[in-house]
């Protein structure tokens, strides 16, 4: 199993804020894992996201940074 991040570790590795994350969930540009009422991002959409963001041209960090935070 990968490992899931909660929003605001996703904003932290992406380097924006939760606000930025959530509103990347409701656009659609993020898939999150729905447990209950918990939002959790797992670490290959994250990945998958970045790749997605630059090839379109955005800036983003080259990597996820895995931590053993949640």
């Known amino acids: ?7 605001n570790t996703a904003a932290r590795q992406l380097a924006v804020s939760p606000w ?4 990347y969930i409701r ?8 447990i209950g009422r918990l939002v959790r991002l797992d ?3 994250l990945s ?9 041209g955005d800036s983003f960090p080259n ?4 931590g053993e935070e949640q």
């Open 1 to 7: 199993m990968n490992q899931l991040y909660d929003v």
């Open 20 to 23: 930025t994350i959530r509103a």
């Open 27 to 34: 656009q659609g540009k993020l898939h999150p894992v729905r």
């Open 43 to 45: 670490e290959e959409e």
């Open 48 to 56: 998958r996201f970045v790749a997605r963001s630059k090839a379109a």
């Open 63 to 66: 990597q996820i940074h895995s």
